[in-house]
């Protein structure tokens, strides 16, 4: 149980494009996802904490009009990159708390995005 | 922002070696997560501890909530070479928000 599911796995844009990029909670609810960014060999950073049915918290320095959060229900967030640049290259991993006991953060597959 | 010290960065073992590493903050944690990450992954939940001096193991592996709730270890007993991967640490804060720290991973490397 407490499956974390993250689409699309990898994806590649042109500068200029926006993407968006799904995570499901497919057996739980989630009132709270989390959205991370990590970089080559380095840890997880957060980037936001995304609440069901009101509006994301961002972590200081990231910009909330380029990283667009949306929970529209109990099972998924989604993240949109506005406008990406080849500097919003990286790999983006969600996370989810599984209720009620909250036995540990379930975590997404990731999503590789390339901006070309 | 809160740090978690994770050590060592890397390492290089034996099939066969046991394995620890750590964590260690100046803060309080209230949950302590050992997580492992391969490659083009997400994080897959290790070991979750909850309560100060619990020690849980999970097969070949083993961690701790240390008794001052500021640091963590995990063991991993006779490696195998699917163990290579990088281990993270976790908490959450005690008093603080849902949302974890992450420690700086430690790389390991087993040969056959």
């Known amino acids: 149980g407490a499956v974390v599911s993250q689409h699309p796995s990898r994806v590649i844009c042109k500068s200029g494009t926006s993407v968006k990029i799904e995570c499901r909670s497919l057996?739980?609810?989630?009132?709270?996802m989390f959205w991370y960014r990590q970089f080559p060999k380095q840890s997880l950073m957060l980037m936001a904490t995304?609440?069901?049915?009101?509006?994301?918290?961002?972590e200081q320095g990231v910009e909330k009009d380029k990283f667009l959060i949306n929970h529209a229900s109990l099972t998924l967030s989604t993240l949109t990159v506005t406008s990406a640049h080849p500097e919003d290259s990286s790999f983006y991993i969600c996370?989810?708390?599984?209720?009620?006991?909250?036995?540990?953060?379930?975590f997404g597959s990731g999503t590789r995005l390339t901006v070309v | 922002g809160q740090q978690l010290n994770q050590s060592p960065q890397s390492m290089f073992i034996q099939e066969g070696e046991d394995v620890s590493m750590n964590c260690t903050s100046s803060?309080?944690?209230?949950?302590w997560l050992w997580y492992k990450q391969d490659p083009g992954e997400g994080p897959v939940l290790l070991i979750a501890l909850y309560k100060a001096g619990e020690l849980t193991s999970n097969g070949r592996l083993t961690a701790q909530f240390g008794i001052t709730r500021k640091d963590s270890f995990l063991n991993i007993s006779a490696s195998i070479p699917s163990d290579v991967g990088i281990y993270f640490c976790a908490g959450q804060l005690r008093g603080g928000s849902e949302k974890l720290v992450f420690g700086k991973g430690t790389k390991l490397t087993v040969n056959p």
């Open positions: 803060s309080i944690f209230n949950t």
């Open positions: 057996d739980f609810q989630a009132t709270t």
């Open positions: 995304s609440n069901e049915g009101s509006k994301a918290t961002y």
């Open positions: 996370s989810a708390i599984p209720g009620p006991r909250k036995r540990g953060y379930t």
